[in-house]
Nanobody, 115 residues
Framework: VQLVESGGGLVQPGGSLRLSCAAS????????MSWYRQAPGKERERVAG????????NYADSVKGRFTISRDNAKNTVYLQMNSLKPEDTAVYYC?????????WGQGTQVTVSS
């Protein structure tokens, strides 16, 4: 089982990034996918996700209107489009897959928002 995130990097405030998470080794389409983040000294928080494998999306208040999660089951990939980035969005972003029996985590990708 693998979840491999990509697309992180350094971006100026107000900029955009698109994170990708490529999944393998499990039946991607039946898992609820989410993105979490963890900033230094803070707990990991869920920023965006699907309520179920084919369900609706929900977002943390801090990113509503700026971030969009999407998935492509044909490519076994989930995305996080991040717009209007702020310095407080700086964190390691993790991909998470969950169903009723198990869950999986990716290794994370660093996002740094700084001028």
């Amino acid at each position: 089982v693998q979840l491999v995130e990509s697309g992180g990097g350094l971006v100026q405030p107000g900029g955009s990034l698109r994170l990708s998470c490529a999944a393998s080794g499990f039946t991607f389409s039946i898992f609820a996918m989410s993105w979490y983040r963890q900033a230094p000294g803070k707990e990991r928080e869920r920023v965006a996700g699907f309520a179920s494998a084919g369900g609706s999306t929900n977002y943390a208040d801090s990113v509503k209107g700026r971030f969009t999660i999407s998935r492509d089951n044909a490519k076994n990939t989930v995305y996080l489009q991040m717009n209007s980035l702020k310095p407080e969005d700086t964190a390691v972003y993790y991909c998470h897959a969950r169903n009723s029996l198990r869950d999986y985590w990716g290794q994370g990708t660093q996002v740094t928002v700084s001028s």
